[in-house]
Structures are given as C-alpha cells and as structure tokens.
Nanobody
Framework: QVQLVESGGGLVQPGGSLRLSCAAS????????MGWYRQAPGKQRELVAF???????NYAHSVKGRFTISRDNAKSTVNLQMNSLKPEDTAVYYC?????????WGQGTQVTVSS
C-alpha cells in the first residue's frame, strides 16, 4: 500500500506561482508513476501531469509551458511547479500514485487563483 500527503496549496493572484508537493510512504519502490489531477466545482477530475519512474512526463494541454512536474525518488516526493496561474486553474489538486496497477490518492489541496 501507499500513502500520499499533499502540501503547498493556497490563494494566489492571477499570474502568480505556487508549488505543490506530495510525499509518498509505504511500498514506494513499487510505484510506477506519480501525477497530479485536479477537480474544479461541478467538473470531473482531470489529469494535470504525470511522471514515470523513467522521468517521462505528460501534461494536459491547458497547463503545458506553465506547469512543471518533477520527482525526487530518494525523497519519494513529486512536485508540481505552477507558474502563470489563471483563474481557471482553481481546483482541488490531488496527488496520485500508480502502485502495481492500483491508483492511490492523496486527500487533496485547494488552489485558488483570484484577485
């Protein structure tokens, strides 16, 4: 099993930056990929970005060029650097881990982009 704990959300003005972090614990050596999803009010949860063990990355079209995902295998953490934030980025952001084909989720962290 895997446990995920997110941190770093908050309120930021449009054009600002935030950095989300997710710390994994448990059977971390069997995690194949980690990523971030988000869910805005009234909308479905959507993929933001993910990174594999081989450091391959994939981004949603809406965040390409603004968000960067990184992974520190030694510290079992995955980070999401979010720049040039827009009001439409407002959502609860969830960390996700693919562990032996099963997906684990963090509790979520709120990101609000507003002036």
């Amino acid at each position: 099993q895997v446990q995920l704990v997110e941190s770093g959300g908050g309120l930021v003005q449009p054009g600002g930056s935030l950095r989300l972090s997710c710390a994994a614990s448990g059977d971390i050596f069997s995690i194949a990929a980690m990523g971030w999803y988000r869910q805005a009010p009234g909308k479905q949860r959507e993929l933001v970005a993910f990174i594999t063990n081989g450091s391959s990355t994939n981004y949603a079209h809406s965040v390409k060029g603004r968000f960067t995902i990184s992974r520190d295998n030694a510290k079992s953490t995955v980070n999401l650097q979010m720049n040039s934030l827009k009001p439409e980025d407002t959502a609860v952001y969830y960390c996700n881990a693919d562990h032996l084909g099963r997906h684990y989720w963090g509790q979520g962290t709120q990101v609000t982009v507003s002036s």
